[in-house]
């Protein structure tokens, strides 16, 4: 992980709120930020997120008002919508878990008993790049995903208001009833890796964190300039989504049902149309997908070393 400054005192931080984030945590958890902010004697605005227009606007107003440090209150989504004006900025994100998913807030920094402690401790941080996945133009900081998952996710995102992260969990069961297998072909590296049916595919920029409380794919880092493909194969169903759910593969992944590689670009192609996600939101249904790896595209503060212990 590259560091781009050592960890010193914030002067000023835009705060991005999506109020209706997960079960409308955000609303709750902002106060608790901004009397942070307040007792350091750190200048701070809020930017609101619009209902019907996502977090973009917000993060394109707190950029123009000249602020560095652009700290997200909400989920993957909501920082996702965030990623391209921060990218172009070359600002630096900081990230406040309010979401449904909190993928990206797990893996930059401890999960914390309460926001204020999280805000105290990303003040001591320094900022560090890390990689950023790309599909079809489309940004991500946590993964991208097609069939199963992505269904799962569409779901998700039309039911999960006032559930909070047991959505996840019943958008799963209710996507395992729903999904119809792909026809897939992904190449990486100049060759064809996986060319038959398949419930679903993801593609990792970080550690895998799926519902609740399954074992992620430890070795997925954000740092390394790859992409973890993880491809689902048919049959049987049942089998294969728990071993995918729980993160688990023994000896040869093909007898597994699962299909792992790791490279810098992918290309799928699915011969029906396939429902696609990017940290969580859909994006519409594609034939075709290119997904790559943008390495260390994004400044983000207080990134937690893969795999170590938190930094105080």
Same mark, same amino acid.
């Given at each position: 992980?590259?560091?781009?400054?050592?960890?010193?005192?914030?002067?000023?931080?835009?705060?991005?709120?999506?109020?209706?984030?997960?079960?409308?945590?955000?609303?709750?958890? +902002?106060?608790?930020?901004?009397?942070?902010?307040?007792?350091?004697?750190?200048?701070?605005?809020?930017?609101? %997120?619009?209902?019907?227009?996502?977090?973009?606007?917000?993060?394109?107003?707190? /950029?123009?008002?000249?602020?560095?440090?652009?700290?997200?209150?909400?989920?993957?989504? %909501?920082?996702?919508? @965030?990623?391209?004006?921060?990218?172009?900025?070359?600002?630096?994100?900081? &990230?406040?878990?309010?979401?449904?998913?909190? @993928?990206?807030?797990?893996?930059?920094?401890?999960?914390?008993?309460?926001?204020?402690?999280?805000?105290?401790?990303? /003040?001591?941080?320094? &900022?560090?790049?890390?990689? &950023?996945?790309?599909?079809?133009?489309? !940004?991500?900081?946590?993964?991208?995903?097609?069939?199963?998952?992505?269904?799962?996710?569409?779901?998700?995102?039309?039911?999960?208001?006032?559930?909070?992260?047991?959505? +996840?969990?019943?958008?799963?069961?209710?996507?395992?009833?729903?999904?119809?297998? =792909?026809?897939?072909?992904?190449?990486?590296?100049?060759?064809?890796? +996986?060319?038959?049916?398949?419930?679903?595919?993801?593609?990792?920029?970080?550690?895998?964190?799926?519902?609740?409380? #399954?074992?992620?794919?430890?070795?997925?880092?954000?740092?390394?300039?790859?992409?973890?493909?993880?491809?689902?194969?048919?049959?049987?169903?049942?089998?294969? #989504?728990?071993?995918?759910?729980?993160?688990?593969?023994?000896?040869?992944?093909? /007898?597994?049902?699962?299909?792992?590689?790791?490279?810098?670009?992918?290309? =799928?192609?699915?011969?029906?149309?396939?429902?696609?996600?990017?940290?969580?939101?859909?994006?519409?249904?594609?034939?075709?997908?290119?997904?790559? @790896?943008?390495?260390?595209? =994004?400044?983000?503060?207080?990134?937690? !070393?893969?795999?170590?212990?938190?930094?105080?």
């Amino acid at each position: 992980m590259s560091e781009v400054s050592s960890a010193s005192a914030v002067d000023a931080v835009a705060v991005v709120l999506n109020p209706n984030a997960g079960d409308s945590s955000g609303a709750w958890v +902002y106060p608790q930020v901004a009397e942070i902010l307040r007792e350091h004697g750190v200048e701070f605005a809020c930017f609101e %997120t619009a209902p019907n227009r996502g977090a973009a606007p917000a993060a394109d107003r707190a /950029l123009r008002a000249g602020f560095e440090d652009v700290w997200v209150v909400g989920g993957d989504g %909501t920082v996702r919508q @965030c990623l391209p004006a921060i990218m172009q900025a070359d600002a630096v994100l900081g &990230v406040i878990a309010a979401g449904t998913s909190n @993928c990206l807030a797990m893996e930059t920094g401890p999960m914390l008993p309460n926001p204020a402690m999280r805000a105290a401790w990303m /003040l001591r941080q320094p &900022v560090r790049r890390m990689d &950023v996945g790309e599909c079809n133009g489309e !940004p991500f900081t946590v993964r991208m995903g097609v069939g199963l998952e992505a269904l799962a996710a569409r779901i998700t995102e039309r039911d999960k208001r006032g559930v909070g992260p047991v959505a +996840y969990l019943m958008a799963g069961i209710q996507a395992i009833s729903e999904n119809q297998p =792909l026809t897939l072909t992904v190449e990486a590296d100049g060759q064809v890796i +996986y060319r038959r049916a398949a419930i679903g595919a993801i593609l990792s920029n970080l550690r895998l964190h799926p519902m609740l409380s #399954f074992v992620g794919r430890e070795s997925v880092r954000p740092d390394d300039g790859l992409l973890h493909a993880t491809i689902i194969e048919d049959e049987p169903i049942a089998a294969h #989504f728990a071993e995918w759910l729980g993160g688990v593969t023994r000896g040869d992944p093909h /007898l597994e049902g699962i299909v792992e590689h790791r490279a810098v670009e992918f290309h =799928l192609h699915s011969e029906g149309a396939a429902h696609t996600h990017v940290d969580g939101e859909d994006i519409g249904v594609h034939n075709d997908l290119t997904v790559r @790896c943008m390495p260390g595209a =994004l400044k983000v503060r207080g990134l937690e !070393p893969p795999g170590g212990t938190p930094r105080s």
